[in-house]
């Protein structure tokens, strides 16, 4: 989701919290719809590149594999994942992200479904998923983490690109979002017992334009035991 509504951010001292209001559904719903119609063919469809090398080194996805994208925005790494073998759920708020997502599937006949919702009354389901993707969401995102831990299967990698709380802040450029960086202890702790593939909290150059602390990191659930 982020990517493209970062794109004008800049860095700010720390600040006090904008108003919750600011970020109701509908708030973050509108500033999300205009960024991807106004930047449509000017922002680049390329994955992550941190997703992209996750997926490379974990190899062909078993047939029929299915892959969640949360916040996927105008579906670059919904996009991404589809052409490497993955039946891919897409979920956003933003009506334009996911028409812009949906359309261009369509022309490369791309398995990509995509979903209207607020992630956080999204169903996950249990042992649904082989793959998914928290990547720029820069929201809230406590809550989803136990989530994704049970909705992956045996196996299955969780892939998490996000702005660490060490950074000092970064503003939208109209000032109308408060985001929310992530703490590296709360992914030990929802991740518990996963076989950590990466994990790194540095300074990266980002797709908005400056260098933030970043986030990277991947982990494998344990595969069931035979008995």
């Not at 891919?88 to 708020?93: K, L, N, R």
């Not at 983490?145 to 196996?155: F, T």
């Not at 709360?186 to 996963?194: K, P």
């Amino acid at each position: 989701m982020a990517a493209a509504a970062l794109a004008g951010c800049r860095l700010r001292p720390p600040a006090p919290a904008a108003p919750a209001a600011l970020n109701s559904r509908s708030d973050v719903a509108t500033e999300y719809d205009l960024i991807y119609a106004i930047t449509h063919g000017h922002v680049s469809l390329r994955p992550t590149p941190f997703l992209a090398a996750m997926i490379a080194a974990a190899g062909a996805p078993p047939a029929q594999a299915t892959a969640l994208d949360i916040g996927s925005g105008n579906g670059r790494n919904s996009l991404y994942l589809a052409r490497h073998g993955y039946q891919v759920t897409a979920v956003d708020i933003s009506g334009v992200g996911l028409s812009l997502t949906q359309l261009q599937a369509q022309q490369d006949h791309l398995p990509v479904r995509t979903v209207d919702q607020d992630i956080n009354s999204f169903d996950f389901g249990s042992q649904r998923w082989d793959l998914v993707v928290l990547v720029d969401f820069p929201f809230p995102y406590q809550a989803l983490l136990p989530k994704i831990a049970a909705g992956l299967r045996p196996g299955g990698l969780v892939v998490v690109q996000a702005v660490s709380a060490r950074q000092s802040g970064l503003e939208s450029p109209d000032q109308v979002l408060h985001y929310t960086f992530m703490h590296r202890r709360d992914l030990t702790a929802a991740f518990a017992g996963f076989t950590v593939l990466h994990d790194q909290v540095a300074e990266q150059p980002t797709v908005w334009g400056v260098r933030a602390m970043m986030i990277t990191f991947a982990a494998r659930k344990p595969r069931q035991k035979s008995r």
